[in-house]
């Protein structure tokens, strides 16, 4: 099962640093898997753990119960940067993306679960985790934590400019960087009190 790509190999890397920063850096991963024949897709949130990519779901979930025992491809990519060149065909983007491929385990031991859970929460909202407190074992009971094997990765980077060699041009041409950042939060309307909001929500802001 091919990781390296075929258009752009030098783009390509299996540095395990390189790959971590950019796992560490998504929001959310795509998984694809076949189920009776037929191709699916799931984007779903994620987080890794030293060597492993970790994702869960409701016990109930025909998505989660279709990847156990199967073997998955799942990705992440990052886009950050538009490329305008002159023409519509040579414009691009500079991007970092990862693809791999693994058997989907599921975790069953209740203390490794809760640590997934610890560490996926805090990964979106650092200190999230202490002030709401761990779920409790009923809600570890229905959650099901499935965990992927980063062997078989491969990251592909694009960075740079046009790249375009003695380019002469009368269009505007150039990058244009795309920012991701989290927005002003906005408290549920149902709260009756007004709780003031945690530094640790103003920290990433």
């Not at 989907?104 to 990964?123: P, S, W």
């Not at 909202?125 to 761990?134: K, L, N, T």
Request: with cysteine; aromatic share 10%.
């Amino acid at each position: 099962m091919p990781i390296r790509p075929s258009r752009y190999p030098s783009r390509a890397s299996e540095d395990k640093e390189l790959i971590y920063s950019v796992l560490d850096a998504g929001l959310f991963c795509t998984i694809a898997f076949n189920l009776e024949g037929v191709p699916h897709q799931i984007p779903t949130g994620y987080c890794r753990i030293n060597d492993e990519l970790f994702i869960h779901g409701s016990a109930k979930s025909h998505f989660i119960d279709s990847i156990i025992g199967q073997t998955v491809s799942f990705s992440v990519s990052l886009v950050d940067d538009l490329i305008l060149a002159p023409t519509a065909f040579d414009h691009s983007f500079n991007y970092r993306s990862v693809i791999g491929f693994s058997e989907g385990v599921e975790v069953v031991d209740e203390k490794a679960k809760m640590e997934f859970l610890r560490v996926f929460t805090d990964r979106y909202i650092p200190g999230r985790m202490e002030d709401v407190g761990d779920p409790s074992s009923d809600e570890v009971k229905i959650t099901k934590v499935i965990q992927f094997s980063l062997d078989k990765v491969a990251v592909k980077i694009r960075e740079g400019d046009v790249g375009i060699k003695n380019l002469q041009t009368d269009k505007w041409t150039g990058v244009i960087p795309v920012i991701h950042k989290y927005g002003k939060p906005q408290i549920d309307p149902q709260m009756e009190n007004q709780v003031e909001l945690p530094d640790y929500i103003k920290n990433i802001l």
